[in-house]
């Protein structure tokens, strides 16, 4: 609650007051009123100290007050704009500015129609104007923010004021109405396709009526052909050689029949049927309880067919017993018999010769195991291109861990296929039913890389709003790659060695451990042995990895290979680019067959489908680097440092560029985060 401003008489008790407490032999002076003098001076001049400190009071209240405020113009969700008469802004607060996208400072004694639409200057012109001319509230709508891709409704509400310079002002507020406006667009849209949708759906309702009309004037006429029908039915079933009676379903009476049940009877057994002759009446003694049981089940069960063999004459009959109903009510049972004594015949000879043609199959299926077996002894793997002894050689070590649960390590240089023959591994495999789940370990933040390996729970860091199953879990019972295992952090190191040991793991975020079979065959191109000596690489996890290790040499080891791999290459561009190749010429040949290929296999790929590109005729066109590799061995230097001449100078060529079309990781013949890893690991960074 404000406080009330003191009175002249409060400030002057106050000031007497104080002025009481001084002693009054501080003051010298001779006579009354010199003394009286003296007493008034003093007194107005602790009055006046009093009203300045009062003063300074209220000052300081005043400025808080007027800050306070000034805050709160500021940051009000609405924005504010004071106009003069020719549109220019001569006040805003930082709502507005940022309604506009630009700074506040940058806005005064700018025209407003500059952050309008084109169409909207004239609008507002005509706003301000009604503003100052009527000096009422004006209101209109205008589309602020032109230079963005989308602009933002909004709502401008003016009113009339002469400010603290007596300059006439319009205070304008301006409210973004861009849901509304969509909210609009939306119903506008929403009510149109109702009226499409009550449109059709009176058309389908008329349609609907006269389908209706014809179909009742179809049911007349169906009902006069049904009556037409019957007749013809009834002959027709007399005239079968099929068994049709039906029967009471008390006694098991025969109430109708058909000529050829009356016939049989007469003629087998010398019976003119009645209706009302009952199973002992019709049949011998030994058959009554038979039949009895036949129509109880028919009662009992509903309908059903069942085969019986007539005594006279060996026929064998398929009866099908159906319930004859009446509002619910089972007022009868009817039967029919057919004769299937030669569809049985031929039923037995069929069995006869599907049993020949199991065995038969059996002994084909026998021969295919045989044949597949030989086959995968030469190929295990259609897209492996291979010839050297080398290859030949790792073919056959897949050959033989493929049907085992045994853990893999395939070591080799980048673009060798490490993930070709992890793949021909669990082709081969009995886990082969289920997809292989391949994990780059050098492209997965090291952040990132245990919730992506081993899943995680909802709330198990920030940002995790949802749980996530990992690699392991989605490849239970099938088998995992673990590419660039040689990338893992350690402390992940330790995590993977216990999935070896125990098949076990948790979830980041969870104690519950989940069991998962699982095969593991990881690939690196790094030393794990010069790692685990470094204490870059758990000991313990490089020999359980170490189960059966394969090394796939790189291209330069088996040259007689590259001819073979080329032609693949070819054949596949072929198909895509629409070409057709046939012949590389001689000295092309062997410049491929004698470049060292730093990038192997995948090297030699792009190099084809670059000559693929710019081959004109059925010759391939193919011009190798073979100069500039050979000066970059020439370099000399550690493995490490002729790699990072390799790629520094391929991107330099690319200007840089990694990832995009004919960039530095299509060249290379690397995976573009597999490129960015190796820049990062060999401390390559841009200039």
Request: net charge neutral.
């Amino acid at each position: 609650m404000k406080q009330k401003a003191p009175t002249s008489y409060d400030l002057r008790s106050k000031a007497e007051k104080a002025l009481n407490s001084v002693e009054d032999s501080s003051i010298d002076c001779s006579g009354e009123d010199m003394r009286q003098l003296i007493h008034e001076l003093q007194v107005h001049q602790v009055e006046l100290e009093i009203q300045n400190e009062e003063l300074r009071s209220a000052q300081a209240q005043l400025e808080e007050s007027r800050t306070r405020y000034a805050d709160l113009y500021d940051f009000s969700p609405v924005g504010y704009l004071s106009f003069d008469q020719q549109g220019l802004i001569v006040e805003a607060n930082l709502t507005a500015a940022k309604q506009l996208n630009t700074e506040r400072a940058i806005l005064l004694k700018k025209p407003f129609f500059l952050y309008l639409l084109k169409g909207d200057g004239d609008a507002f012109r005509l706003h301000l104007a009604q503003v100052f001319k009527t000096r009422e509230r004006q209101t209109c709508e205008v589309k602020l923010n032109p230079r963005k891709s989308e602009g933002v409704f909004a709502r401008l509400d003016s009113i009339f004021i002469v400010d603290a310079s007596g300059k006439s002002v319009a205070r304008t507020s301006i409210i973004d109405i861009s849901f509304s406006k969509r909210v609009e667009e939306v119903l506008k849209r929403a009510h149109g396709e109702l009226e499409d949708r009550v449109a059709e759906r009176t058309i389908e309702l008329a349609t609907a009526n006269e389908q209706l009309r014809r179909e009742m004037e179809e049911r007349e006429r169906g009902e006069h052909a049904l009556a037409e029908s019957r007749a013809q039915i009834v002959a027709a079933v007399d005239s079968t050689n099929d068994f049709i009676w039906s029967v009471d379903p008390v006694n098991f009476g025969v109430v109708t029949w058909n000529s050829a049940f009356g016939d049989y009877f007469l003629k087998s057994r010398g019976i003119e049927l009645r209706v009302g002759m009952t199973p002992e009446q019709l049949v011998p003694p030994e058959f009554v309880t038979l039949w009895n049981d036949l129509f109880s089940r028919a009662l009992n069960e509903g309908s059903y067919t069942a085969e019986y063999c007539v005594v006279a004459g060996n026929i064998i009959l398929l009866l099908s017993f159906n319930l004859l109903k009446r509002d619910g009510d089972v007022f009868g049972i009817s039967i029919f018999g057919k004769d299937i004594t030669e569809r049985k015949k031929m039923e037995k000879l069929l069995q006869d010769r599907l049993t020949e043609i199991e065995i038969l199959k059996k002994q084909l299926e026998q021969d295919n195991i045989s044949l597949r077996d030989e086959v995968k002894l030469l190929s295990p793997h259609a897209e492996i291109v291979a010839q050297s002894p080398a290859m030949q050689k790792i073919l056959v070590q897949v050959h033989q861990v493929a049907p085992t649960d045994s853990t893999v390590l395939i070591t080799g240089e980048t673009g060798t296929g490490k993930e070709l023959i992890a793949r021909a591994i669990h082709n081969l495999s009995n886990r082969k039913a289920l997809p292989l789940v391949i994990v780059n370990c050098a492209s997965l933040p090291p952040s990132l890389i245990e919730s992506e390996l081993f899943g995680r729970e909802k709330g198990a860091y920030t940002g995790a709003m949802s749980r996530m199953v990992g690699r392991f879990e989605i490849a239970d019972r099938s088998t995992i790659a673990l590419d660039e295992i040689g990338d893992l952090p350690l402390e992940i190191q330790a995590k993977l060695l216990r999935v070896l040991e125990e098949r076990r793991f948790e979830r980041l975020g969870s104690t519950k451990s989940i069991s998962v079979n699982v095969r593991i065959v990881a690939s690196t191109n790094r030393d794990l042995e010069r790692m685990v000596q470094t204490g870059k690489f758990r000991k313990d996890l490089y020999y359980r990895l170490k189960v059966f290790p394969i090394r796939i040499p790189p291209l330069r080891e088996r040259p007689e290979d590259i001819p073979l791999l080329a032609w693949s290459f070819i054949h596949h561009f072929e198909n895509q680019m629409g070409k057709r190749i046939q012949s590389i010429p001689k000295r092309a040949l062997e410049s491929l067959v004698h470049y060292s290929w730093p990038g192997n296999a995948r090297e030699l790929r792009n190099f084809i489908e670059h000559a693929m590109i710019v081959s004109s005729g059925t010759s391939l066109e193919l011009r190798p680097p073979v100069v500039a590799l050979q000066e970059m061995f020439d370099e000399g230097g550690k493995l490490e440092d002729l790699e990072r001449r390799h790629i520094l100078r391929v991107l330099e060529e690319t200007g840089w560029r990694v990832s995009a079309r004919g960039g530095a990781a299509e060249i290379l013949g690397l995976k573009p985060t597999t490129l960015e890893a190796r820049m990062k690991k060999l401390g390559i960074r841009r200039p």
